[in-house]
C-alpha cells in the first residue's frame, strides 16, 4: 500500500494483534549478548536526540484458531481511533511503535488512566526505534475501551493513536427478575434487560419449565395477568454470540398473617401494665397495625385499640389496682388480619396504705425481741 502521510501531533501510532497458533517475527529478534559493549560505548558518544517526528503505522493481525487472516487498518485522520472487536475470551496483542527517541519510557493509557498488572513487554529494534506490546491473553468486557501509548519529551506528553477495543460476547444482564410477593390474581410486572455487543438482544420469558409471552427486544417488561400460587420466573438473552440465563425469580402469593407470638405482660403496677410481643410470619406483607383487647375479670366490656407498628409493645394505662385482667392481640396487613392470640392473664398491684401502723410494741423473749403492731387495712 502507499506509506503513510505523516500526523503533525502524533509521534507514534499503535498496531493491534489477535494471538493465534502462529506469532508474528515481522520485528527480528534481540541483540546478541556480545553486542552490548559495542553498543554502549557507541551510545555514551551520541547525544541525547530530539524527537524526529516519524510517524510509523504497523499493520493489523489478528489470526483465528481455525484460519490465518491478514488485514491493513489505516487511520484516516488525527484522533480517529482504530476500532479494533474481538469476541471474548480470544487473546488480544496491541503493538506500539516509537522511533526518534533513545530508551524512552513509554506507558499504555486505557480510557485515561494508566494500564497495571498485565503483560508489558518493550523491545528495542534499533537504538531509535522502540516497539512497546501489551497483552491480554483473555478478554472480557472490562477490558473493552480505548488504548494508547503515551510518552513524555521535554516536559510534554506525546500520544498515539487510539485504538478502541470492542469486546463481543454473549449477552450480559443490567436487569434480571426479582423476587416479589403478589395478591392472589392481580396482575403484576417483570423486569429483564441485556446488553451486548454485539445487538440486537432478544429477551425470551420463562415461567417454571415453559416459554411464557412472545420474544422482546431488551430491555422487556413482562406484564402478568396474575396466579393464584407461588410461581417462578426466568428471562433468556439471545444475541448473535449466543445466549445468557438470568437468576430464577421466585414469585410468592401474599396471604393474613400468623398469630403473635410470646404475648407477654410486664412493668404491672397497681393502674398501669404493658404488653409485648413478637409478631408471627407476615403473610409476605408487612405488617402496618396491631389490635390490643383487655377484659377485667367478671366484667363483660372489652376495651379494644388499634394502633400502627412497630414497635410491638403497648401501654395499658386506666387499670384497677388489685385487678384480675386479660389480654389479647392480632395483627393486620394489606390481607387482613390475623387470629388473635391466647389470652394472657395478669393482676395489678394494690394501693400502697394511706396511714401508718398503729400500736407499735416490742416484746422481749429469752433469746430475741419481737416487734408487733396493728394491721393496717388496705384501700380500696
Not at 554502549?40 to 551520541?46: I, L, R, V
Not at 402496618?288 to 383487647?293: E, G, K, L, P, R
Not at 394502633?307 to 385482667?325: D, E, I, M, Q, W
Request: hydrophobic share 35%; with cysteine; aromatic share 8%.
Amino acid at each position: 500500500s502507499a506509506p503513510f502521510p505523516p500526523f503533525p501531533h502524533l509521534p507514534f501510532l499503535p498496531d493491534f494483534e489477535f494471538l493465534g497458533p502462529t506469532r508474528d517475527k515481522r520485528f527480528g529478534g534481540r541483540k546478541e549478548d556480545g553486542d552490548k559493549d559495542d553498543e554502549g560505548e557507541e551510545m555514551e558518544m551520541k547525544q541525547t536526540m530530539q524527537m524526529r517526528g516519524l510517524l510509523l503505522l504497523l499493520p493489523a493481525l489478528w489470526a483465528l484458531v481455525s484460519r490465518d487472516f491478514r488485514a491493513v487498518t489505516e487511520a484516516k485522520g488525527v484522533g480517529m481511533p482504530i476500532k479494533l472487536t474481538v469476541s471474548q475470551g480470544q487473546p488480544v496483542k496491541l503493538n506500539c511503535s516509537l522511533e526518534g527517541m533513545e530508551e524512552p519510557e513509554m506507558l499504555w493509557i486505557k480510557d485515561g488512566a494508566v494500564v497495571q498488572g498485565i503483560d508489558q513487554v518493550y523491545i528495542p529494534v534499533n537504538e531509535e526505534h522502540w516497539i512497546g506490546f501489551l497483552s491480554l491473553k483473555s478478554v472480557d468486557r472490562t477490558d473493552s475501551g480505548k488504548y494508547w501509548c503515551q510518552v513524555e519529551t521535554n516536559g510534554k506528553k506525546e500520544e498515539s493513536q487510539h485504538v478502541w477495543l470492542i469486546v463481543e460476547g454473549v449477552p450480559y444482564f443490567t436487569v434480571e427478575p426479582k423476587d416479589q410477593s403478589v395478591i392472589p390474581g392481580r396482575p403484576f410486572q417483570m423486569a429483564c434487560a441485556a446488553v451486548g455487543p454485539p445487538e440486537p438482544v432478544t429477551i425470551v420469558w420463562w415461567m417454571g419449565d415453559s416459554r411464557f409471552g412472545h420474544p422482546d427486544i431488551s430491555p422487556s417488561i413482562l406484564n402478568v395477568s396474575g396466579i393464584n400460587q407461588s410461581t417462578v420466573f426466568s428471562c433468556e438473552a439471545h444475541n448473535i454470540k449466543g445466549l445468557s440465563s438470568s437468576r430464577t425469580a421466585i414469585v410468592q402469593i401474599k396471604a393474613i398473617p400468623f398469630p403473635p407470638l410470646n404475648v407477654t405482660v410486664t412493668k404491672i403496677t397497681s393502674n398501669n401494665a404493658t404488653v409485648t410481643w413478637q409478631p408471627g410470619f407476615n403473610g409476605l406483607s408487612p405488617l402496618h397495625s396491631c389490635t390490643v383487647q383487655q377484659v377485667a375479670e367478671l366484667q363483660d366490656e372489652v376495651v379494644t385499640e388499634v394502633f400502627s407498628v412497630p414497635p410491638f409493645t403497648r401501654a395499658l394505662p386506666g387499670l384497677k389496682h388489685a385487678t384480675n385482667y386479660s389480654v389479647r392481640v392480632q395483627c393486620s396487613n394489606e390481607m387482613g388480619s390475623s387470629p388473635f392470640s391466647d389470652w394472657v392473664y395478669f393482676q395489678t398491684l394494690g394501693l400502697a396504705p394511706n396511714c401508718t401502723p398503729q400500736n407499735v410494741h416490742i416484746i422481749q423473749r429469752d433469746s430475741c425481741l419481737i416487734l408487733e403492731w396493728e394491721a393496717v387495712v388496705p384501700e380500696m
